[in-house]
């Protein structure tokens, strides 16, 4: 057996701590980053599902002959293609024609009277007509996705696309319902009448458009013209939709098309900018998780490093017999590598299995648990990176180490080495290398400067402070000493002769409890982002543009439904006219992000047309996002109004109103945070509104951080009540989740007695966002607490092994006639204390990291949870008690014939 | 008696069915409201570069004494013209131009519902003895014949059995001018706004010519 490993022989526990936290620590690291991975990778398909295609291009017009070659130029001849036309239009119910014989109403039954064969008139509602979406589709559509029929396989019709005729259209279940029509009866689009060949349950695609209202309805592309609906003036988008060549880069060609398609009008997307609803929720969480793998990762190579490092302190002896034995100094450090390498790579292998188990096991539970679906695969390439990620950072942490070795001299046998063998210089510079590695190892795991530095600053920073404090407080105490007992004493001066492996547990322990805390309150902050509040239930229908004198009609009649009007929301129509006095005015810099997030320029003077029109990295691109953001710089303001703030809302700045404006004064508002940004404004700003010919001034009061993915109607600008009672208004207003008949039924009375009201149904859209949300924050949720559980094991090892240093100096005591009871209370508060300022100390800087984070990554206002802080507070205490409780005990119980076995290092 | 009025020629014919003695124009505060939607409202353009704003600079250069009041509303239907309607009472308007609906015509909104509308609100001009003139409105063809009829007909069937001007289109020569409209297709940019402003002015000046 090589000397390396025969010398570890005797050190079970010390490698067995090692390669455990290292294992755990790298299997949380891999399984995490792999889970990560596989949702990136899932939010992918997902996003070429709502996109229907790895790229589409769209405009409201005929393609022309420049943009049909620049097309042919871009899109490889082998890609799949599909073709459909977008638009609004009114259908109406003709009769029956029966073409297939089976006439089958909206819920699949079969009428009991059916004529089976054309009797005009006859079907439903003939006559009635409706607002509907319709898109004509050509062969092939769709690319990605697919239809789902409620009459599929049921007699000639296969529910294959292919079996799309010219003459047929396929309708949604509601349509059916709302026109009393059947399968099988006829309606008529433009000059052109159809016969709906079934009734779709699910199509493809997944995106929502504001315009998009109405029921969808697919006809044949090769039936438009016999339509007549495609005139001058006709609202129709064209879209032309790509699968391209496996290893085509969707990026690259959209931005060619970019480049190609001077036309601001034209848009190209890829299926990687599509999703973006859930844009900001994702990168978040992927945040969160990239920063939760590394802590993990972090911690237990600090752990892994301590014990180490305490191996390595406790083999100054056998490096000195070893050096009086004649071993040269190159082949001591080369013993002590090999030990390292072997311990990491034995940690590794355990640590790689470990994440394959759990990568299928969590993944199991997750879904037993919460019924949701996590894909359970990780790459090889993990394992891989796993492999050489834990040997390097283990050589790296121990380098301080193996450099000490070969300053051991051989009268370290009979004196103990009082000073550590590496100068502080040496020692800094290789903190610096190790943070330098970890700031490597971010860059290459999240690609951003700021995230990387942020979070190998925050650990490092937070590792330097606990080393700093602890040695402070010691210092504190060894000034004291004489004012204390000689228990006391002795207890110190055991810690001054083994001060560097204190010094290291201390620092150890904070940062476990650092991270601890840290973790559970960035997971804090985003749950409220991402998840829905526990007791509400996402809205289904949305109703838009109800009148005033229309509200107590509206809720009358949903209430006899069964259902309520929820959140009426006041909207009223306003143009900003000043800010202070000034005529206001905004524009963007260059870069289209505008000044600082946007700018007021109060002199009254436009800043040019399109400032951003000129600039970009793509013509086209910048010149429709300038457009875009012209149409949003120069709309009015939708305000409203009302006493509370929402559980949507959380007020950031400055204070809420009380009661409605008085007489007189001018009324308070509150405005969104990031929005204020944008325009410049700030608290104190006296605003005046025109609201449709009348004035209205406003002070800004207080600004609110408002969740957005609350699914409730938000506003930018609030006023206080009174203030706009009287101006002109409509009201929004949701319907909470109900089910499909209900929601038909629902849509149609309200349409019947209210035709102005516009009412969706957002059922698909919120659904499929609620459901990834969902998705997220239970990983979130269970990927936290498994890094924490892996945080209380290292924090326990530390403490293990801090005890069994301090056994000799506990038998000592114990023959200098220390009653067990007294020296149990002494170690209960030499390690209480030990314990609770790292922890208190790891929690205050956990405080500190989570500030920054928040407001400089996430720029979100950071609002601390009072649980947390008790949760947090309590656990370090709990665990620094039991800990203590442990080692006292366990020191105090020793046998005194222990003391001749055990000799100071 | 119909009052049909040639979309391109804005004729003064109307002012022979003026139902309401109108204040002199030239008088000093002469207010023409423009009770509209996202199109009177100027979505997507500055305030100044909207039609009303445009309206009262050519409106103030014949006559100085007159104003015009942006009444637009973006999103706004029909519906809400009654209520809003009595929100101007304050404003005080001479007149009052009715462009309101094409937002209904979007959402496919019942002709006759959008009919009682208008008509409600033109009712409510006339008990407040406000001049009115109406404005014209359709939807793009890709609604439909049936529909697109039926909707452009309510402001002409109007005007007649209430007596008021007309003008026939308020986007004549600019819906479905792709150098006229915003990217959406639907808004007119600042050259159509000039347009529709243009439109108006001659109208309004054979409108308001014989006035002292």
Not at chain 1, 654 to 665: I, T, V
Request: charge should be positive; proline fraction near 5%.
């Amino acid at each position: 057996m090589p000397l390396f490993l025969r010398l570890l022989k005797h050190k079970r526990g010390a490698w067995i701590s090692f390669v455990s936290i290292y294992a755990l620590g790298l299997s949380v690291f891999l399984v995490v980053n792999g889970l990560a991975r596989n949702f990136r990778e899932e939010i992918r398909v997902k996003s070429k599902e709502l996109l229907e295609a790895d790229l589409r291009v769209q405009v409201r017009r005929p393609f022309t002959g420049a943009e049909e070659e620049a097309l042919a130029k871009w899109i490889p001849a082998s890609a799949k293609k599909a073709e459909v036309w977008g638009f609004l239009s009114m259908l109406r119910a003709t009769g029956i024609t029966g073409i297939t014989g089976i006439r089958r109403t909206a819920s699949g039954a079969t009428p009991a009277k059916d004529p089976g064969v054309g009797v005009p008139g006859s079907g439903g509602s003939a006559g009635a007509s409706r607002l509907v979406q319709v898109k004509a589709i050509s062969p092939g559509y769709p690319l990605v996705g697919a239809f789902a029929f409620a009459g599929a396989g049921k007699g000639a019709w296969s529910g294959r696309m292919e079996d799309f005729r010219s003459g047929e259209i396929l309708v949604p279940r509601e349509l059916l319902a709302a026109l009393k029509l059947s399968v099988g009866d006829s309606v008529s689009l433009g000059a052109k009448n159809f016969v709906i060949r079934d009734e779709y349950t699910a199509k493809p695609g997944g995106s929502f458009d504001f315009w998009e209202m109405g029921s969808r309805v697919y006809i044949p592309l090769a039936d438009m013209p016999a339509t007549g609906l495609e005139q001058k003036g006709s609202r129709i988008f064209r879209y032309r939709f790509f699968m391209l060549p496996p290893g085509t880069d969707p990026d690259a060609v959209r931005d060619g098309l970019d480049d190609a398609l001077s036309d601001p009008e034209v848009d190209v997307s890829a299926y990687t900018d599509s999703g973006s609803d859930l844009g900001r929720s994702f990168n978040m969480v992927t945040a969160f998780l990239k920063m939760l793998s590394l802590s993990a990762f972090l911690l237990s190579a600090v752990g892994a490093a301590f014990f180490f490092r305490h191996h390595l302190v406790g083999e100054r002896k056998t490096v000195a017999v070893l050096a009086t034995l004649g071993a040269s100094r190159k082949r001591i450090v080369g013993i002590y590598v090999a030990q390292n390498l072997f311990l990491s790579s034995l940690a590794a292998l355990l640590g790689m299995a470990l994440a394959r188990v759990w990568s299928i096991g969590l993944p199991l539970l997750i879904h037993a648990l919460y019924r949701i679906d996590i894909p359970s695969s990780l790459p090889w390439a993990t394992f891989a990176v796993g492999l050489a990620l834990a040997i390097l950072t283990s050589l790296l942490f121990g380098f301080t180490g193996f450099a000490g070795l070969g300053r051991i001299p051989p009268a370290t046998l009979i004196k103990p080495l009082e000073s550590a063998p590496l100068g502080v210089l040496p020692r800094i510079a290789l903190f610096l290398a190790q943070g330098a590695f970890f700031f490597a190892l971010a860059m290459a795991d999240s690609r951003s400067w700021l995230l990387s530095a942020l979070s190998v600053g925050a650990m490092g920073g937070a590792f330097l402070l606990l080393g700093a404090l602890g040695w402070a407080a010691f210092r504190v105490l060894w000034l004291l000493r004489s004012r204390l007992g000689y228990a006391v004493r002795i207890v110190l001066g055991s810690i001054r002769w083994g001060r560097e492996k204190s010094l290291l547990a201390f620092a150890a322990l904070g940062f476990v409890a650092f991270t601890s805390c840290l973790v559970p309150q960035l997971e804090d902050l985003i749950l409220d982002e991402i998840s829905v509040p526990k007791g509400r239930v996402i809205p289904q229908l949305f109703l838009f543009d109800i009148q005033e004198e229309q509200l107590p009609g509206l809720q009358a009649l949903i209430k006899s439904l069964g259902r309520s009007l929820d959140l009426p929301s006041p909207m009223v129509r306003a143009r900003l006219e000043k800010v202070n006095g000034e005529p206001f005015k905004r524009d963007e810099d260059e870069d289209g992000k505008g000044k600082g997030n946007g700018s007021v320029t109060q002199d009254g003077k436009a800043a040019g047309r399109h400032p951003g029109a000129e600039a970009g990295r793509r013509r086209g691109r910048a010149t429709l996002e300038a457009r875009n953001r012209q149409q949003f710089r120069n709309r009015g303001f939708n305000l409203s109004y009302r006493d509370t703030l929402s559980d949507a809302e959380t007020l950031v700045a400055g204070k809420w109103w009380q009661g409605r404006a008085a007489e007189g004064a001018i009324p308070e508002v509150s405005m969104e945070k990031d929005y204020a940004k944008r325009l410049r404004l700030k608290l104190g700003d006296v605003l005046v509104f025109d609201v449709q010919g009348v004035e209205v001034e406003g002070r800004i009061t207080s600004l609110r951080q408002v969740r957005w993915a609350s699914f409730q109607p938000n506003f930018f600008v609030l006023f206080q009540p009174g203030a706009l009672d009287d101006a002109p208004k409509s009201f929004l207003g949701t319907i909470k989740q109900i089910p499909p008949d209900e929601a038909e039924a629902v849509q149609n009375r309200v349409s019947e007695a209210f035709p102005n009201v516009t009412i969706l149904n957002l059922k698909d859209v919120i659904g499929k966002t609620v459901e990834t949300l969902g998705k997220l924050s239970w990983l979130v949720r269970f990927l936290s607490g498994f890094a924490l559980l892996i945080g209380l094991a290292i924090l326990w090892l530390v403490v293990d092994a801090l005890v069994s240093e301090n056994q000799r100096t506990i038998l000592l005591l114990r023959a200098l006639g220390e009653p067990r009871a007294r020296l149990a209370r002494l170690f209960l508060a030499h390690y209480a204390g030990f314990c609770l300022l790292a922890g208190v100390t790891g929690y205050l800087l956990s405080l500190a990291a989570a500030w920054i984070i928040d407001l400089v990554v996430w720029q979100v206002p950071w609002i601390p949870n009072p649980l947390i802080f008790l949760v947090c507070a309590g656990a370090s205490l709990a665990v620094g008690l039991l800990c203590s409780l442990y080692a006292a005990f366990r020191g105090a119980g020793q046998p005194l014939r222990g003391l001749l076995s055990l000799t100071r290092p | 008696m119909s009052i049909r009025i040639p979309s391109l020629t804005y004729t003064a014919l109307a002012l022979f069915f003026i139902a309401v003695p109108a204040r002199q124009a030239a008088q000093s505060g002469y207010k023409i409201l423009i009770l509209g939607d996202s199109l009177t409202e100027g979505l997507g353009v500055e305030k100044d570069d909207a039609f009303p704003a445009r309206l009262d600079g050519k409106l103030k250069q014949w006559r100085p004494g007159i104003q015009v009041i942006n009444g637009g509303s973006s999103g706004s239907t029909s519906a809400s013209g009654l209520r809003r309607l009595q929100w101007y009472q304050k404003a005080k308007p001479d007149l009052v131009l009715l462009a309101l609906g094409s937002n209904d015509g979007l959402r496919g909104v019942k002709v006759e519902e959008t009919r009682k509308n208008v008509e409600a609100a033109l009712r409510y001009c006339r008990e407040k003895h406000w001049q009115v003139v109406l404005a014209g409105l359709k939807v793009p063809p890709n609604y439909g014949a049936e529909y697109a009829s039926a909707f452009a007909k309510i402001y002409p069937d109007l005007a007649a059995k209430y007596k008021v001007p007309l003008v026939a289109f308020l986007l004549e020569g600019v819906a479905g001018e792709p150098d006229l409209n915003q990217a959406d297709g639907m808004h007119p940019n600042e050259r159509g706004h000039e347009r529709i402003a243009e439109n108006l002015f001659r109208f309004f000046k054979t409108l308001l010519a014989d006035q002292p």
